[in-house]
């Protein structure tokens, strides 16, 4: 069992937009190495949390770090120590696949040396050296979201935030796709999955599951299977929401 260091760690946060709550009083830890599914239903504000962990958009309130940073005041070193990847944009269209690769190395602050060994590395493993100088736009989805995350993970971040990054592609992609997470995973990322797939809950360590704003449960696949007598994360979302 790995060692149960927080990474994440998230106490009473609230996410008000005038008198809606999109966040009702979280509280959570995410450990070093482990990956941690965010699952709910569209709407039950797992984007929201998602960025205020990132340093993209502030909490009304509560008290939360990541990788040791606080999300109030340290959003800079947050984003520094992380990488995130979200299902509607993270490649730019126009750019080629090497353009994009260089555009977000520098984002990350990589030296120039560093970034070409891990962009030739990262390019020989996804088997796409031979399309470097093809625009992302004409690549097939699939092939767009296995570079976005490697993109995401290309400075070695402690933690990559994924929101929704398997939205809109087929079983089998979805399933190469994780075995690129379990990868990240090998090399000590920490990986944060927000997903409305419940087979897809079945991969992560430990999963949360978000009704209307909250977290309604939280353990893993296994004991949550236990719990509410079910075959299948399906029929544990489906008890919940109920």
């Known amino acids: 069992m790995m060692q149960k260091e927080p990474v994440i760690i998230v106490k009473n946060m609230v996410k008000k937009f005038g008198n809606f709550v999109a966040n009702d009083n979280l509280s959570f830890e995410v450990y070093k190495g482990e990956i941690f599914g965010f699952i709910g239903a569209n709407g039950a504000g797992k984007t ?3 960025r205020i962990l990132c340093g993209l958009s502030s909490p009304t309130s509560g008290k939360m770090t990541v990788a040791g940073f606080d999300v109030f005041r340290q959003t800079e070193k947050i984003k520094q120590n992380i990488g995130y990847m979200s299902q509607k944009f993270s490649l730019y269209e126009d750019l080629t696949v090497y353009e994009n690769i260089r ?10 040396a560093e970034r070409k ?4 590395e990262m390019l020989k493993r996804l088997d796409l050296t031979d399309y470097e100088n093809r625009k992302i736009g004409d690549l097939p989805l ?4 296995k570079l976005a995350f490697s993109i995401a993970i290309l400075h070695s971040p402690k933690i990559v935030f994924l929101d929704e990054p398997t939205g809109g592609v087929d079983p089998i992609t979805r399933r190469q796709f994780w075995n690129l997470i379990y990868e990240a995973v090998e090399k000590g990322i920490t990986v944060f999955v927000t997903t409305h797939y419940m087979d897809e809950a079945e991969y992560c360590d430990r999963v949360s599951i978000m009704a209307e704003g909250r977290i309604v449960a939280l353990d893993t696949p296994q004991k949550l299977k236990e719990q509410y007598n ?3 994360m399906d029929e544990v979302f489906l008890k919940i929401a109920r």
Do not use: D, L, P
């Open 103 to 112: 555009f977000y190395g520098g984002v990350y602050g990589m030296k120039i």
């Open 48 to 50: 929201t949390a998602i």
């Open 230 to 232: 079910a075959n299948n």
């Open 117 to 120: 060994a891990r962009t030739t």
């Open 142 to 145: 699939g092939w767009k979201q």
